[in-house]
């Protein structure tokens, strides 16, 4: 059985949604935004986040793993899913929950700069630098967390955890 120790609250989570919103729908007041949420993770972000908008936008997925069951990237990308929207001049914000080593998001951010989008951006709930592998900074950055193995708001481990409310630290596996 697994230990959890709550890292960050879904209070905090809040909070950072509303205020990374605020901005999101500032940059982007009067242009077509696409939000493309990477599953499985990013949907509880994503879902707060647009409540938060003050904006119109359109929502779609994507879905990639690097990861498996395991704790640890792989560092190979695996398309899973892919959009369904011609992204072609459109702005598009990928949201994401973490940044770790950044391998997924510059997959993806060179993925759709190359179907002639009029702009890619990454917007994550959590960022993780001590673990970067690429030079990649979150255009709206989420809460900075420790290295630390993180479950929770989205993010699990071995498919199990993601129902929790607040981030937490896996102390124990």
Do not use: W
Not at 74 to 96: A, M, N, P, W
Not at 140 to 167: C, M, S, T, W
């Amino acid at each position: 059985m697994s230990k959890l120790k709550v890292l960050i609250t879904r209070e905090q989570l809040a909070e950072k949604a509303k205020e990374m919103a605020a901005q999101i729908s500032k940059d982007y007041e009067g242009k077509e935004l696409l939000l493309v949420g990477v599953l499985k993770g990013g949907f509880m972000f994503l879902a707060d986040l647009v409540r938060y908008l003050t904006i119109d936008v359109n929502i779609d997925f994507i879905s990639c793993s690097s990861y498996g069951n395991s704790t640890v990237s792989s560092g190979v990308v695996r398309i899973l899913k892919d959009i369904d929207y011609d992204i072609t001049g459109k702005h598009v914000l990928i949201v994401e929950d973490l940044i770790d080593t950044g391998l997924t998001l510059t997959y993806l951010k060179d993925l759709f700069a190359a179907k002639c989008c009029a702009s890619v951006k990454v917007c994550a709930a959590m960022d993780k630098p001590s673990r970067r592998k690429v030079a990649l900074e979150a255009d709206y950055q989420g809460i900075v967390i420790p290295d630390q193995f993180v479950v929770g708001y989205g993010l699990d481990y071995a498919e199990k955890y993601r129902n929790l409310p607040d981030v937490c630290v896996v102390e124990e596996i």
